[in-house]
């Protein structure tokens, strides 16, 4: 689970401008470990297409490749596994699907998704948004630090707090009990997502 450490959520509006595979590709070849692939406009066939050009950057740099919510997509183009959201099928209908060896995130906003995730097969949940940020607050307000140790005390899975989440803060959701931090525009629309992911694992490695 250490590729998990840092998990990149792509969203291609976010890029500057800039081709979101060669992003990717730039990123990875930083250090980066784990890409969830998030475009939820595109369709299935667009979608497979985009998973598959990230699939051969992430098997070069012996990354891990998820995609959100669609399991079929996941499976068809041979990614790692999938991120669950409450849209999604059930945690123990995606295992029974694609088997022991598929990684199965959960995307929760509560213990109590938390840990039912936990009791029906999920290997880690990110959890949030831990901060104020544009992307997360259809999702509600923020959670905090304070509700972020309560949840990562309660599991006993690995906890990746997401939204609003930099380099700087980093310190403070690992010492709240987070196992690994999930970022978006703090590494895609920046000035080099390349320097962001390394000021990201260096922020990781000291804590």
């Known amino acids: 689970m250490d590729e998990l450490r ?5 969203d291609r509006t976010q890029t500057r401008g800039r081709e979101l595979v060669s992003v990717v590709g730039d990123c990875l070849t930083a250090g980066l470990r784990a890409v969830q692939v998030r475009e939820k406009d595109l369709g299935a066939a667009d979608l497979a297409f985009l998973c598959r050009r990230i699939r051969a950057l992430t098997l070069d740099t012996q990354a891990l490749l998820l995609v959100n919510d669609r399991v079929d997509v996941a499976l068809a183009v041979g990614a790692d596994g999938v991120q669950r959201t409450s849209t999604s099928l059930d945690v123990e209908d995606i295992r029974r699907v694609a088997g022991l060896a598929f990684r199965i995130g959960a995307s ?14 999920a290997d880690f ?13 259809p999702y509600g307000p923020p959670m905090g630090l ?48 390349a320097d962001a992911t390394r000021r990201f694992l260096d922020a990781l490695a000291a804590t």
Do not use: F
């Open 146 to 193: 304070d509700r972020l140790e309560k949840l990562a005390a309660g599991v006993r899975l690995p906890v990746l707090a997401i939204g609003g989440i930099t380099p700087w803060r980093v310190r403070d959701v690992r010492l709240a009990g987070a196992w690994g931090v999930a970022a978006i525009s703090a590494i895609l629309d920046t000035d080099s997502p």
């Open 125 to 137: 949940v990110v959890y949030g948004p831990i901060y104020d940020t544009p992307s997360k607050r």
């Open 108 to 121: 929760v906003h509560s213990l109590p998704a938390a840990l039912d995730a936990e009791r029906k097969g």
């Open 6 to 10: 840092l998990y990149l959520v792509t």
